[in-house]
């Protein structure tokens, strides 16, 4: 079966919560400045959306880590390619993910990044897959809880393919 693409959440709906999560955001950091960490390559779509929605000061940083490869499930091994080009120490941390699945690449990052004194750190994801998590990792702000179902779009990949789709998708026709 040839692959095909099924919209799970529709270009207005992903807009319209991002914009919520946004202003829940700079309530949340009113008179403060945020400084934004995108995971690399999958949270890059939403951060950048993300950071338009926020009405506070934002600084942004970049990680790219990576352990899904081509495949469906994670490998378990977290490979950091690129890591922060600045110090963590006495910011104002939200880290900003597309998804959340087994939890591994977080709860691995979120060690990591503790460690390097921020003064707060939350995380924000825009989707959430909780019915395959391994390792509990604590949410601060979701997007969207979704089914047990392999998406895309919206910055999320199938072997490096559809992150430039504007919606979420569900791949079908692949095992
Ligand atoms: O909760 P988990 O099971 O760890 O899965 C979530 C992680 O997997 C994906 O990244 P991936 O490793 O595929 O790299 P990418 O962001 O470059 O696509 C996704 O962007 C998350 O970072
Ligand atoms: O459902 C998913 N789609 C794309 N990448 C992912 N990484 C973890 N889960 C997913
Ligand atoms: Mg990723």
């Not at 490869?69 to 390619?81: E, N, Q, Y």
């Not at 997007?143 to 990949?157: H, K, M, Q, R």
């Amino acid at each position: 079966m040839a692959e095909t693409i099924r919209v799970l959440v529709p270009e207005d709906e992903v807009d319209k919560r991002v914009r919520e999560l946004g202003k829940q955001i700079s309530e949340a950091y009113a008179g403060k400045q945020v400084h934004l960490i995108c995971v690399l390559k999958g949270g890059v779509f939403f951060m950048c959306e993300l950071a338009k929605r926020i009405e506070v000061p934002v600084t942004m940083d970049f990680m790219s880590v990576s352990s899904y490869g081509d495949a469906t499930a994670s490998s378990g091994v977290i490979r950091i390619a690129k890591d922060l080009d600045q110090t963590l120490e006495g910011k104002d941390v939200l880290v900003v993910e597309d998804i959340i699945d087994s939890g591994r690449t977080l709860s691995y990052l979120l060690e990591i990044l503790e460690k390097r004194n921020p003064n707060s750190m939350k995380l924000c994801t825009l989707l959430d897959k909780p019915d395959r998590r391994v390792r509990d990792v604590k949410v601060d702000y979701v997007g969207f809880s979704i089914p047990d179902e392999f998406v895309v779009g919206y910055g999320l990949d199938y072997a490096q393919k559809y992150r430039n789709l504007p919606f979420i998708g569900v791949v079908e026709g692949i095992e």
